[in-house]
Protein backbone atom coordinates (compact mmCIF):
# COMPACT_ATOMS: atom_id res chain seq x y z
CA UNK A 1 0.00 0.00 0.00
CA UNK A 2 1.41 3.49 -1.03
CA UNK A 3 2.94 5.48 2.29
CA UNK A 4 1.32 9.31 1.94
CA UNK A 5 3.30 10.24 4.54
CA UNK A 6 5.15 12.41 1.89
CA UNK A 7 2.02 13.69 0.38
CA UNK A 8 0.48 15.51 3.67
CA UNK A 9 3.83 16.75 4.57
CA UNK A 10 3.95 18.55 1.67
CA UNK A 11 0.42 19.34 1.24
CA UNK A 12 0.75 21.31 5.20
CA UNK A 13 3.87 23.01 4.03
CA UNK A 14 2.82 23.98 0.55
CA UNK A 15 -1.00 24.36 1.07
CA UNK A 16 -1.27 25.65 4.13
CA UNK A 17 1.50 26.69 6.27
CA UNK A 18 2.17 29.38 3.42
CA UNK A 19 -1.51 30.92 3.53
CA UNK A 20 -0.49 31.38 7.27
CA UNK A 21 -1.81 28.75 9.39
CA UNK A 22 0.41 28.82 12.39
CA UNK A 23 -1.08 27.19 14.96
CA UNK A 24 1.03 24.10 16.00
CA UNK A 25 -1.09 21.56 16.79
CA UNK A 26 -3.67 22.07 13.84
CA UNK A 27 -0.67 21.67 11.32
CA UNK A 28 0.44 18.29 13.33
CA UNK A 29 -2.77 16.88 13.47
CA UNK A 30 -2.95 18.05 9.18
CA UNK A 31 0.31 15.92 9.17
CA UNK A 32 -0.46 12.73 10.91
CA UNK A 33 -4.37 12.28 9.63
CA UNK A 34 -4.38 9.88 6.79
CA UNK A 35 -6.62 12.13 4.40
CA UNK A 36 -6.79 9.52 1.76
CA UNK A 37 -8.58 7.17 3.50
CA UNK A 38 -11.54 9.28 3.76
CA UNK A 39 -12.27 9.27 0.07
CA UNK A 40 -12.50 6.92 -2.33
CA UNK A 41 -10.17 4.52 -4.00
CA UNK A 42 -10.65 6.32 -7.60
CA UNK A 43 -9.63 9.72 -6.02
CA UNK A 44 -7.39 8.75 -3.67
CA UNK A 45 -4.18 9.73 -5.38
CA UNK A 46 -5.82 13.36 -5.38
CA UNK A 47 -6.28 13.34 -1.79
CA UNK A 48 -3.42 16.15 -0.40
CA UNK A 49 -4.33 18.22 -3.69
CA UNK A 50 -5.44 21.89 -3.12
CA UNK A 51 -9.09 21.68 -3.88
CA UNK A 52 -12.64 19.83 -2.41
CA UNK A 53 -13.34 16.03 -3.43
CA UNK A 54 -16.66 14.27 -3.92
CA UNK A 55 -17.85 11.59 -1.36
CA UNK A 56 -21.08 11.00 -2.65
CA UNK A 57 -24.82 11.99 -1.89
CA UNK A 58 -24.25 15.16 -3.63
CA UNK A 59 -21.34 16.76 -0.53
CA UNK A 60 -17.53 16.96 -0.17
CA UNK A 61 -14.63 16.45 1.60
CA UNK A 62 -13.52 19.85 2.34
CA UNK A 63 -10.05 21.58 0.52
CA UNK A 64 -7.67 20.83 3.10
CA UNK A 65 -6.75 24.73 3.60
CA UNK A 66 -10.56 25.26 4.34
CA UNK A 67 -10.45 22.40 7.00
CA UNK A 68 -7.24 23.87 8.79
CA UNK A 69 -8.47 27.53 8.32
CA UNK A 70 -11.78 26.49 10.06
CA UNK A 71 -9.64 24.14 12.85
CA UNK A 72 -7.63 27.07 13.72
CA UNK A 73 -10.18 29.71 14.06
CA UNK A 74 -12.51 27.94 17.03
CA UNK A 75 -9.07 28.20 19.10
CA UNK A 76 -9.18 24.61 19.65
CA UNK A 77 -8.01 23.68 23.18
CA UNK A 78 -7.39 19.60 24.35
CA UNK A 79 -10.14 19.99 27.37
CA UNK A 80 -12.92 21.19 24.67
CA UNK A 81 -16.22 19.60 23.72
CA UNK A 82 -16.99 20.29 20.17
CA UNK A 83 -19.59 20.27 18.09
CA UNK A 84 -19.74 19.42 14.36
CA UNK A 85 -22.30 20.16 11.86
CA UNK A 86 -22.10 17.87 8.59
CA UNK A 87 -20.04 14.96 8.83
CA UNK A 88 -19.45 14.21 5.54
CA UNK A 89 -16.71 11.86 5.54
CA UNK A 90 -15.37 12.38 8.54
CA UNK A 91 -12.11 14.09 7.96
CA UNK A 92 -12.67 17.22 9.66
CA UNK A 93 -14.24 15.43 13.08
CA UNK A 94 -11.13 13.64 12.69
CA UNK A 95 -8.65 16.09 12.55
CA UNK A 96 -10.35 17.87 15.61
CA UNK A 97 -10.14 14.86 17.44
CA UNK A 98 -6.55 15.12 17.92
CA UNK A 99 -7.35 18.44 19.42
CA UNK A 100 -9.56 18.34 21.82
CA UNK A 101 -11.47 16.08 24.60
CA UNK A 102 -14.53 15.13 22.82
CA UNK A 103 -16.45 15.42 19.57
CA UNK A 104 -20.18 15.32 18.50
CA UNK A 105 -20.39 15.07 14.85
CA UNK A 106 -23.87 15.29 13.37
CA UNK A 107 -25.39 14.66 9.46
CA UNK A 108 -28.27 14.24 8.04
CA UNK A 109 -27.32 11.24 5.61
CA UNK A 110 -27.08 8.12 7.98
CA UNK A 111 -24.99 6.35 5.18
CA UNK A 112 -22.03 9.15 5.41
CA UNK A 113 -22.21 9.20 9.08
CA UNK A 114 -21.71 5.33 8.71
CA UNK A 115 -18.51 5.52 6.92
CA UNK A 116 -17.07 8.07 9.06
CA UNK A 117 -17.46 5.65 12.00
CA UNK A 118 -16.10 3.43 9.96
CA UNK A 119 -12.81 5.19 8.94
CA UNK A 120 -12.90 6.24 13.38
CA UNK A 121 -13.12 3.19 14.50
CA UNK A 122 -10.24 1.95 11.78
CA UNK A 123 -7.83 4.56 13.36
CA UNK A 124 -9.11 4.06 16.98
CA UNK A 125 -10.41 7.60 17.56
CA UNK A 126 -12.46 6.53 20.26
CA UNK A 127 -13.48 10.46 21.36
CA UNK A 128 -15.86 10.88 18.44
CA UNK A 129 -19.53 10.40 18.89
CA UNK A 130 -21.69 10.35 15.63
CA UNK A 131 -25.27 11.23 14.91
CA UNK A 132 -27.79 11.16 12.32
CA UNK A 133 -30.08 13.95 12.17
CA UNK A 134 -30.92 17.91 11.27
CA UNK A 135 -27.73 19.66 12.34
CA UNK A 136 -29.13 22.92 11.66
CA UNK A 137 -31.04 21.90 15.03
CA UNK A 138 -27.61 20.94 16.91
CA UNK A 139 -27.48 18.83 19.62
CA UNK A 140 -28.99 20.03 22.67
CA UNK A 141 -28.60 16.87 24.50
CA UNK A 142 -24.82 17.10 25.19
CA UNK A 143 -24.77 21.01 24.94
CA UNK A 144 -23.49 23.66 25.98
CA UNK A 145 -19.92 22.96 23.86
CA UNK A 146 -16.47 25.12 23.81
CA UNK A 147 -16.90 25.15 20.09
CA UNK A 148 -19.54 24.70 17.10
CA UNK A 149 -18.02 24.53 13.64
CA UNK A 150 -20.53 23.99 10.42
CA UNK A 151 -19.19 22.39 7.25
CA UNK A 152 -22.12 23.74 5.40
CA UNK A 153 -23.32 27.13 4.04
CA UNK A 154 -26.46 28.45 5.66
CA UNK A 155 -28.50 31.61 5.04
CA UNK A 156 -28.00 32.81 8.80
CA UNK A 157 -26.52 31.59 11.89
CA UNK A 158 -29.27 29.27 13.34
CA UNK A 159 -30.31 30.57 16.55
CA UNK A 160 -30.07 27.07 17.77
CA UNK A 161 -26.63 26.70 17.84
CA UNK A 162 -26.08 30.06 18.96
CA UNK A 163 -27.96 29.11 22.61
CA UNK A 164 -25.42 26.08 22.62
CA UNK A 165 -22.55 27.67 23.11
CA UNK A 166 -21.09 28.46 25.91
CA UNK A 167 -20.39 32.17 27.46
CA UNK A 168 -16.66 32.39 25.66
CA UNK A 169 -17.31 29.57 23.12
CA UNK A 170 -17.01 29.72 19.70
CA UNK A 171 -18.85 29.47 16.30
CA UNK A 172 -17.56 29.13 12.57
CA UNK A 173 -19.92 28.56 9.74
CA UNK A 174 -20.10 29.70 6.08
CA UNK A 175 -22.89 32.12 5.64
CA UNK A 176 -24.79 33.08 2.13
CA UNK A 177 -26.09 32.25 -1.13
CA UNK A 178 -25.29 29.63 -3.34
CA UNK A 179 -22.50 31.59 -5.06
CA UNK A 180 -21.23 33.83 -2.74
CA UNK A 181 -20.62 32.83 1.28
CA UNK A 182 -18.24 33.95 3.86
CA UNK A 183 -16.78 32.30 6.51
CA UNK A 184 -18.13 34.16 9.76
CA UNK A 185 -16.74 33.64 13.82
CA UNK A 186 -19.69 34.23 16.73
CA UNK A 187 -18.27 34.27 19.82
CA UNK A 188 -20.59 33.89 22.69
CA UNK A 189 -19.47 37.16 24.70
CA UNK A 190 -22.28 36.94 27.37
CA UNK A 191 -25.56 34.98 28.45
CA UNK A 192 -27.64 36.98 25.31
CA UNK A 193 -24.78 38.75 24.08
CA UNK A 194 -22.09 37.62 20.77
CA UNK A 195 -19.63 39.38 18.70
CA UNK A 196 -19.52 38.06 15.10
CA UNK A 197 -16.71 38.68 12.11
CA UNK A 198 -15.86 37.52 8.77
CA UNK A 199 -13.15 35.92 7.22
CA UNK A 200 -12.67 34.96 3.61
CA UNK A 201 -15.12 34.47 0.37
CA UNK A 202 -15.91 30.66 0.58
CA UNK A 203 -18.13 27.44 -1.63
CA UNK A 204 -19.85 25.00 0.73
CA UNK A 205 -22.64 22.69 0.01
CA UNK A 206 -25.91 23.92 1.90
CA UNK A 207 -26.70 23.46 5.25
CA UNK A 208 -30.37 21.76 4.39
CA UNK A 209 -32.90 21.74 7.98
CA UNK A 210 -35.05 23.66 9.54
CA UNK A 211 -32.82 26.76 10.81
CA UNK A 212 -31.13 25.82 6.85
CA UNK A 213 -31.87 25.96 3.95
CA UNK A 214 -35.15 24.14 2.38
CA UNK A 215 -34.24 21.58 -0.64
CA UNK A 216 -37.09 23.82 -3.10
CA UNK A 217 -34.31 27.07 -1.45
CA UNK A 218 -31.23 25.52 -2.87
Same mark, same amino acid.
Given at each position: ?????? @?? %????????????????????????????????? !?????????????????????????????????????????? !?????????? %????????? #??????? %??????????????????????????????? !????? @? %?????????? #?????????? #????????????????? !????????????????????? #??????????????
Amino acid at each position: MRDFSL @DR %AKMVRDQIERRGIKHPGVLAAMREVPRHLFVSM !EYQSEAYADYPLPIGFGQTISQPYIVALMTELIQPDPQDCVL !EIGTGSGYQA %AVLSQLVRQ #VHSIDRH %AELVKGAQRIADQLELTNIQFHVGDGSLGLP !EHAPY @D %AILITAAAPQ #VPKPLLTQLK #VGGRLILPVGERWQQKL !ERWIRTAEESFDHDQDIPVSF #VPLLGEFGWSESDW
